[in-house]
T-cell receptor, first 114, second 110 residues
Framework: KAGVTQTPRYLIKTRGQQVTLSCSPI?????VSWYQQTPGQGLQFLFEYFSETQRNKGNFPGRFSGRQFSNSRSEMNVSTLELGDSALYLC?????????????FGPGTRLTVL | TQLLEQSPQFLSIQEGENLTVYCNSS?????LQWYRQEPGEGPVLLVTVVTGGEVKKLKRLTFQFGDARKDSSLHITAAQPGDTGLYLC??????????FGKGTRLHILP
């Protein structure tokens, strides 16, 4: 099976712009989660989608949003970019077996805000 | 707020040495997972521990889940340069959100 893919891998934007990141999960996985990773804060949970519905949301401002399509592909959008949004954005798809989630991460999108 | 604290933050040792890194919380987790992340890549799942006191082995890596399911450890025997990376622990909290520790950055010197 192909792994989780994320596009683009690298992105440079300026303050005030918006950005859309894309994630294609492993075939058959219906849950997709997004994380922001920075050196200072580590990996922080953004949101989780399951069957096109947002199942959970982290403590990020409303500028961060996401959605999931019927084929389980997901996008996240960040509007009015700030310098502090520079980070590695990771997507993970998962399945649940015997009550335990197993997450598989994509390589991430490195976003730089100038 | 449920937190996962990892220690040490950084560890640099010689090839062939043994090491242990820790993941601690004041809260109970139904399961904990360990990941390794290399530069420019996403984290890769190493193991999931579910039962208190559980021990799992993956070649030279031994993972243990505390009896009370509040802490976990990763022990590496005879470390090799290929073990270099960022080791992360993660668990799903009672708000059903997956939280990660900030990681232990391990560097094995040849």
């Amino acid at each position: 099976k192909a792994g989780v893919t994320q596009t683009p891998r690298y992105l440079i934007k300026t303050r005030g712009q918006q950005v859309t990141l894309s994630c294609s999960p492993i075939s058959g996985h219906r849950s997709v989660s997004w994380y922001q990773q920075t050196p200072g804060q580590g990996l922080q949970f953004l949101f989780e989608y399951f069957s096109e519905t947002q199942r959970n949301k982290g403590n990020f401002p409303g500028r961060f949003s996401g959605r999931q399509f019927s084929n389980s592909r997901s996008e996240m959008n960040v509007s009015t970019l700030e310098l502090g949004d520079s980070a590695l954005y990771l997507c993970a798809s998962s399945f649940t077996s015997v009550g335990v989630d197993t997450q598989y991460f994509g390589p991430g999108t490195r976003l730089t805000v100038l | 707020t449920q937190l996962l604290e990892q220690s040490p933050q950084f560890l640099s040792i010689q090839e062939g040495e043994n090491l242990t890194v820790y993941c601690n919380s004041s809260s109970v987790f139904s399961s904990l997972q360990w990941y390794r992340q290399e530069p420019g890549e996403g984290p890769v799942l190493l193991v999931t521990v579910v039962t208190g006191g559980e021990v799992k082995k993956l070649k030279r890596l031994t993972f243990q889940f505390g009896d009370a399911r509040k802490d976990s450890s990763l022990h590496i025997t005879a470390a090799q340069p290929g073990d270099t990376g960022l080791y992360l622990c993660a668990g799903r909290n009672r708000d059903d959100k997956i939280i990660f520790g900030k990681g232990t950055r391990l560097h094995i010197l040849p």
